[in-house]
């Protein structure tokens, strides 16, 4: 499948999150949350694995961007319903601290192209990789001639386990887009939430936002 005309990323956090993103201005990378909460309180409910976190802060590198630590960008999936947030559904994950589910999570939707384009007017670096960037093995790229390279039909699927299904699958459907150190709350276009009850919560914390995506309740992009 050749790359999407116009691909989307996307962003999954906490929903308590929301009012710390929109008071920033937008999503700071691990590496600067990690040094801001060492002298403040925690910024809202971390969702992610420790352990992979540390390896992103400490370890990963990517090669499009020597010195560049993954855990310095901001990541994105190419799609919603990801693997990541199957773990989070299923809440049994011994790595996984965080035990809330899904039901609280919501998506933050933008533009590949538009984001490059912020990312490459503003002087930050950008690369998006072939498969998870927390594992030891992942390939990156900085050049948006080179979105073929992603597999987009391992993407854009719901049958990522099970019988049949190939490792390559389950890999590809982890590529990311990384940005570095933070992302503009302006380039969030849409939020997804999965119940009438995060998206009531979601508009409140809209109510203080200059800049307000549109909200949609989106089932299909949960389990």
Known sequence: ?????????????HVDRLPSIIAE???????EIVRRTAAAPAMGTTIGMTS???????????????GLRVGGCVPFYFCPRSIMLYLIHCANHAELAYRGGQGPIVHLEADLRDSVAWAERNRSRWAF?????????????ADLGQLDAINWDAVQTNRWAGNGISRSVKEGKQAEFLIETSFPWQLVTRIGVRSQQVYGQVRAALQAAEHKPHVEIKPDWYY
């Open 1 to 13: 499948m050749p790359p999407p005309a116009a691909p989307k990323i996307y962003h999954i956090v």
């Open 25 to 31: 201005g937008g999503l700071l990378c691990d590496a």
């Open 129 to 141: 990789t072939l498969s998870n960037a927390g594992a030891y093995y992942f390939e990156d790229r």
């Open 52 to 66: 992979i976190k540390e390896r992103r802060l400490n370890e990963l590198e990517l090669s499009s961007h020597p």
